[in-house]
Nanobody, 117 residues
Framework: QVQLVESGGGQVDAGGSLRLSCVAG????????MGWYRQAPGRQRELVAN???????NYGDSVRGRFTISRDNDLKTTTLQMNNLQPEDTAIYYC???????????WGPGTQVTVSS
């Protein structure tokens, strides 16, 4: 089982910024595509962004241009920089790890992000 530990959630006013971090408790980090998903009350979980071991990033339409995902393969850390946050970004954010050679995936416990108008 892969342990994913998230940090950095909190509350911010609209237009503010937050940075989320996820540390993966794995022996080999580069076999995982890492990502962030979010789930707001009453809504389905959706992709925020993901990034391959080689650094290729993919973003959900609602966050493209405002959020940036990055990873440090030596520190086994994935970071989500969130700028110009809006109330609709309020959700629980989950770190996600997808093993590249199968459908095996892992989830962190989630961290709350709340944006006030």
């Amino acid at each position: 089982q892969v342990q994913l530990v998230e940090s950095g959630g909190g509350q911010v006013d609209a237009g503010g910024s937050l940075r989320l971090s996820c540390v993966a408790g794995v022996r080999i980090f580069t076999v995982f595509t890492m990502g962030w998903y979010r789930q707001a009350p009453g809504r389905q979980r959706e992709l925020v962004a993901n990034i391959t071991a080689g650094g290729i990033a993919n973003y959900g339409d609602s966050v493209r241009g405002r959020f940036t995902i990055s990873r440090d393969n030596d520190l086994k850390t994935t970071t989500l920089q969130m700028n110009n946050l809006q109330p609709e970004d309020t959700a629980i954010y989950y770190c996600h790890a997808q093993f590249v050679a199968s459908t095996t995936q892992h989830w962190g416990p989630g961290t709350q992000v709340t944006v006030s108008s």
